[in-house]
T-cell receptor, first 109, second 114 residues
Framework: GIQVEQSPPDLILQEGANSTLRCNFS?????LQWFHQNPWGQLINLFY???GTKQNGRLSATTVATERYSLLYISSSQTTDSGVYFC???????????FGPGTRLSVLP | KAGVTQTPRYLIKTRGQQVTLSCSPI?????VSWYQQTPGQGLQFLFE???????NKGNFPGRFSGRQFSNSRSEMNVSTLELGDSALYLC?????????????FGEGSRLTVL
């Protein structure tokens, strides 16, 4: 099946810094989402972005489907941005989301 | 509009028991999926239901089962619990009939097996 990799696995930032999280996938996809898992375990939708670029406040995302990767940008990070960020994809031949291993972000005050 | 609701939020069981978890999707969403999250295996797909039919199933033993009701609410059941079944079980719903729709997750049910 499709393989999903995320980098870096861990990231520690000072408040106010910017960061880029990457998601690579091994096959063509028709669906891609970015999630933030809060401390209580809920997956919060950040972006539904099978292709193109989107922005939402301090966060933006870009998916280059032809090159099989997606990027999540976090600018002016805040301590509330801490948590685990997951990329999830659905392969063109697939029917369900496959999640990457996540990037654990810690933003220090 | 209410989000995806999962009950119970936390539960503790002993080995050999069974457990039933419930999920109410966002109103109007007919697709419900279940995922298991463990520290070792990450987030893994269990199964997906659409219009009361299991449409897709992950690689889990037959002890894991589910169903969907006519109002789109879904339940999953794990029989003969094992220690390794301790996990966060997440339910998600989608309004689209195919796999291109956006998934919305509930807060999860955290199961501990002693």
């Amino acid at each position: 099946g499709i393989q999903v990799e995320q980098s870096p696995p861990d990231l520690i930032l000072q408040e106010g810094a910017n960061s880029t999280l990457r998601c690579n996938f091994s096959d063509s996809v028709n669906n891609l989402q970015w999630f933030h898992q809060n401390p209580w375990g809920q997956l919060i939708n950040l972006f539904y972005i099978p292709s193109g670029t989107k922005q939402n406040g301090r966060l933006s995302a870009t998916t280059v489907a032809t090159e099989r990767y997606s990027l999540l940008y976090i600018s002016s990070s805040q301590t509330t941005d801490s948590g685990v960020y997951f990329c999830a994809v659905v392969a063109n031949y697939g029917q369900n989301f496959v999640f990457g291993p996540g990037t654990r972000l810690s933003v220090l005050p | 509009k209410a989000g995806v609701t999962q009950t119970p939020r936390y539960l503790i069981k002993t080995r050999g028991q069974q457990v039933t978890l419930s999920c109410s999707p966002i109103s109007g969403h007919r697709s419900v999926s279940w995922y298991q999250q463990t520290p070792g295996q990450g987030l893994q797909f269990l199964f997906e239901y659409f219009s009361e039919t299991q449409r897709n199933k992950g690689n889990f033993p037959g002890r894991f089962s589910g169903r969907q009701f006519s109002n789109s609410r879904s339940e999953m059941n794990v029989s003969t619990l094992e220690l390794g079944d301790s996990a966060l079980y997440l339910c998600a719903s989608s309004w689209k009939t195919d796999s291109t729709g956006e998934l919305f997750f509930g807060e999860g049910s955290r199961l501990t097996v002693l």
